[in-house]
Every structure is written in C-alpha cells, then in structure tokens.
C-alpha cells in the first residue's frame, strides 16, 4: 500500500506558477501509476494530469495541456505537478491519486485509483 501526501498548494495571482508534490510511503509506490485530480466548490473531481510508473507516459486535460507539467523522482518517491500561467477558473482542492495499474483508457476516472492524499488548496486571484 501507498499512502499519498501533498503538499505546494496556496494563494498565487493569475498568470502565476506553482508546483505541487506528492509524496509517497511504501517502495512500491515507484511501480505505480499516479495522477493528480482536482475538485473546485460545487463541482465534481475531476481528472487533471496521469503519469505512467517509469514516467515515460503522460495524458492531461485539455484544459491544463500545454499549462501543467506531471513529472516524478522515483528515487524520492515523489511526483510533481508544475503548473503555470494559472488561471482563476484552476482554483480548487488538488488531490494525488496512485494506481498499481496503468488504468488503461479508464485514466479519467477517478473509481481506477485505490490510494488518494488528503489534498491542499490551490486558490488562483483575478
């Protein structure tokens, strides 16, 4: 088992960056697939970036690509999500999620992921 833990979150004007990580217990959190989902007031979570075990596989929304970054050191078991240029409409609670598959064409959902962190707010001023 894994047990994600974020952190990275805060207040940042828009057009600002942040990086969140997400780190792991549990070695084998290094074979695991993980992703970041977020979830904004009255909405419902939704899928924001999936990266691969090895790291040499990433999908993300259409509304962060070309914004955000997933990445991961699988030496200190941690993954990243940078996120630039960020809008106020990106405001919202940031969950880690890890899978020990590759969820397939199913990465979107967020039923595919056993282990889930317990979040940190991203809040993007106009």
């Known amino acids: 088992q894994v047990q994600p833990v974020e952190s990275g979150g805060g207040l940042v004007q828009a057009g600002g960056s942040l990086r969140l990580s997400c780190a792991a217990s549990?070695?084998?959190?290094?074979?695991?697939?993980a992703a970041w989902f977020r979830q904004a007031p009255g909405k419902e979570r939704e899928f924001v970036a999936i990266i691969s075990a090895s790291g040499g596989t990433t999908y993300y929304a259409d509304s962060v690509k070309g914004r955000f970054t997933i990445s991961r050191d699988n030496a200190e078991n941690t993954v990243y999500l940078q996120m630039n240029s960020l809008k106020p409409e990106d405001t919202a609670v940031y969950y880690c999620?890890?899978?020990?598959?590759?969820?397939?064409?199913?990465?979107?959902?967020?039923?595919?992921?056993?282990?889930w962190g317990q979040g940190t707010q991203v809040t993007v001023s106009s």
């Open positions: 999620a890890a899978a020990p598959k590759w969820p397939g064409n199913y990465y979107r959902s967020a039923r595919m992921y056993a282990y």
């Open positions: 549990g070695r084998a959190f290094s074979s695991y697939s």
